[in-house]
């Protein structure tokens, strides 16, 4: 049997790289992406923002503070997601077997292709065949599984490329610090540091079974990565990889206010889904049914998202081209496919904090009581509540 060989690849400060190409002035400058008011967060930042301590997800009013002299961009999700596709389509066209796993890295397993290729030379020239026709740097790392490629590709940045052969893991791994691993929260680096474990080498001498006590199965997962262990296959992406929901009447109707009621019941459901699988879609597909069982459906590509408010604009004007024929409804359904990893902070370029902390609230609220504990009031209606 082959030895595995996996490739992660990384597009470097995406959304800023994005920006750079579209204007060449802002290379070499900080830039910070985000909402636009001081409510608002950052979303992504350059290297140069990154050395006066900037990160995503920070607040703009602590980011300007920090760097005021900054360029800072409102972002445009709708953009980056067209270059994301265009990045996919690429290697789609290219890989045997690719996952990907947010807007910007996708993982490529290479098993076997060393018999015909040197995977090596291959993973190559598919980065400079990416970067020639989308114009964005990209970063990757190649090694034995996920985890080791992952970390590689965090050592070969920015815009490079590293291969760690499997005899050389360990002591590629060793010398860096815990929190290249990843899994490696911010509080569990904290808690690694208290104990005096600064390093992977460190790390991986402790004991198994003071990791798994530590941090539950968490922390045997971690461990196993410390030592180059990652047995995780890569999940080959289709646009097949989707979530859905559909709602069949008691009796069949054309009451605006009911379905669109209905409507805004399932994309909630399905958006709190998302946020907490810590997902993103980037289609839609919305499903009306006539009571002569004449089924109809349309669907359009989006930006990623994971938030009700815009997923539903995105729904009711998808409904109202379908829905032509002014026929009773029988039924109506809303799939949401391209399904990517991705954090809900990646589309606030216009809210501001407090909506982040709102939907943050409202979901903790759900996991806590149930999905039904908190509704918006516009999805109230008699549909199926289980």
């Known amino acids: 049997m082959s030895e595995r060989i996996v490739l992660h690849m990384d597009m470097d400060t995406f959304f800023v790289s994005v920006e750079r190409l579209l204007n060449p002035v802002l290379i070499g400058k900080p830039v910070i992406i985000g909402g636009a008011s001081d409510r608002g967060v950052v979303a992504s930042c350059s290297y140069e923002a990154r050395r006066f301590g900037v990160h995503s997800a920070m607040p703009m009013r602590m980011a300007r503070q920090l760097c005021s002299q900054a360029v800072y961009i409102k972002g445009d999700m709708e953009l980056y997601s067209r270059y994301s596709r265009l990045v996919t389509d690429i290697i789609a066209d290219s890989a045997p077997v690719y996952e ?4 910007d890295e996708h993982y490529l397993d290479l098993t076997g292709m060393d018999r015909f290729f040197d995977s090596y030379q291959w993973a190559q020239e598919l980065r400079q065949r990416i970067v020639a026709h989308s114009g964005l740097p990209m970063s990757f790392g190649l090694s034995a ?13 920015p815009n490079g490329y590293l291969q760690v052969p499997v005899p050389q893991i360990q002591s590629f791994l060793d010398p860096l610090s815990v929190r290249a691993i990843p899994m490696v929260s911010a509080a569990g680096y904290k808690l690694l ?5 600064a390093t992977i080498a460190t790390l991986r001498q402790m004991p198994l079974v003071m990791m798994e006590q530590l941090m539950g199965k968490n922390g045997r997962t971690i461990w196993l990565k410390a ?20 709602h069949t009447f008691d009796r069949d109707t054309t009451d ?51 938030f009700d408010h815009l997923l539903l604009n995105k729904v009711n004007a998808l409904f109202d081209r379908l829905f032509t024929r002014r026929m009773l409804i029988r039924l109506v359904g809303v799939r ?30 759900r996991q806590r009581f149930g999905r039904q504990a908190i509704r918006r009031a516009g999805s109230m209606t008699e549909v199926d509540r289980n």
Not at 100 to 103: A, C, D, H, M, P
Not at 284 to 291: A, E, G, L, M, P
């Open 100 to 103: 990907k796993t947010s807007v």
């Open 193 to 197: 540091r208290s104990m005096g474990v």
């Open 336 to 365: 949401l496919s391209q399904l990517v990893t991705g954090t809900p902070q990646l589309n606030m370029f216009e809210d501001t904090s407090e909506m982040i902390s709102l939907y943050q609230t409202m979901d903790h609220i």
């Open 145 to 157: 599984n996920k985890t080791v490629s992952k970390i590689a590709t965090g050592q070969a940045k």
């Open 256 to 306: 605006m206010t009911i379905l669109r009621q209905t409507l805004a019941y399932i994309v909630e459901k399905l958006a709190f889904e998302l946020r907490t699988k810590q997902k993103l879609t980037g289609c839609i597909t919305v499903k009306i049914r006539y009571s002569n069982f004449d089924t109809h459906s349309l669907q359009q590509q989006i930006p990623y998202t994971a």
């Open 227 to 246: 030592n180059g262990v990652d047995h995780s296959p890569v999940q080959p992406y289709t646009d097949q990889k989707s979530i859905s929901s559909e």
